[in-house]
DNA sequence: GTACATATTGAAAATGGTTATCAATATCAT
DNA sequence: ATGATATTGATAACCATTTTCAATATGTAC
């Protein structure tokens, strides 16, 4: 449910005594409802249509906002923008992003992970995050040669 | 050595009916020398110190046009520019990035692509590129609180 | 070798996603 | 309610990278 991030965005502004505002919760919900691995410019667009008052830069700030407060995951894959993802209790995966339609699938194996940590430890580097992505193509461009392209940006 | 570089880079350009220049056999050179990972700032600036006539445009042109020719590999980590890669014979191999230092290690693991290569056929996805990045401390700035900060850019 | 079609270059302007600026406005503690 | 100040919206600024374009260099045909 929003209720849990709503508590939570409302917890972290009174925790570093900031101010809630029609906008944030509003762009909250949005984002929650959104789905995942949103860019700034879809969440706006969207905003936008709900709440046409709502400005580019408040978007762009209050999505960092989410980002501090663990709300949300900033994601940087090779496309040039950055994307947002809700971060709801579910653990860390890593995606598969498919370069002609530009779907993005989650998966999450704990044996690579496993091995992330021991080259780590071989190496004496302390890991605080990582990222793993797969390009290629999805089951669907592989077929469709010439075809497909949906949607996206 | 760099002869091999050198033809490398003029049966590409004859093969797609390019000029080969001065600034891209001086660039070239460069580049094979310089340390990995360079970003097209930093080849610019060495670049400069022994051809002071070569433009900045030139130089991330003519990057770019190493990278069609097979001959260096773009890396976009998460600090905001792109870096490049001689790319010699040897393989594939992932990156160890320390978020205080800028330091960059490398390291390889087929046991690790063979579990990515498990994950994309279960999702019948077709790999075909990959990136894994480890973000953390290197053993030096794991030690140095405070201290550290070596030039990076 | 010379001339020519055109690929390439350098300098500067343009791009594009994201961030900073700043006056107007909204929020919250008093 | 009131005041201190956090926030907003519009717009300008950022900054790495790409384009533009006139001047120049290269490879080919003669």
Redesign the pocket.
């Known amino acids: 449910m929003q209720k849990k991030a709503i508590d939570q965005l409302t917890a972290y502004?009174?925790g570093q005594?900031?101010?809630?505002?029609?906008?944030?919760d509003a762009i909250l919900a949005i984002f929650v409802e959104a789905g995942r691995h949103v860019?700034?410019?879809e969440l706006y667009a969207r905003v936008k249509k709900e709440h046409p008052?709502?400005?580019?830069?408040?978007v762009?700030?209050?999505l960092?906002l989410f980002a501090e407060a663990g709300l949300a995951e900033e994601q940087r894959f090779d496309d040039?923008?950055?994307r947002f993802e809700y971060k709801n209790s579910s653990g860390h995966h890593d995606h598969l992003i498919c370069t002609r339609c530009g779907a993005i699938m989650e998966f999450e194996n704990e044996r690579i992970e496993a091995l992330q940590h021991d080259v780590a430890r071989r190496k004496k580097f302390k890991v605080l995050s990582h990222k793993l992505e797969l390009y290629g193509l999805c089951e669907r461009c592989q077929g469709n040669q010439a075809a497909s392209k949906t949607k996206q940006k």
Do not use: H, K, P
Not at 17 to 24: A, D, E, H, M, N
């Open positions: 502004l009174t005594g900031l101010r809630s505002t029609s906008q944030r860019s700034a410019e008052g709502i400005g580019y830069a408040t762009y700030r209050t960092r040039g923008f950055t």
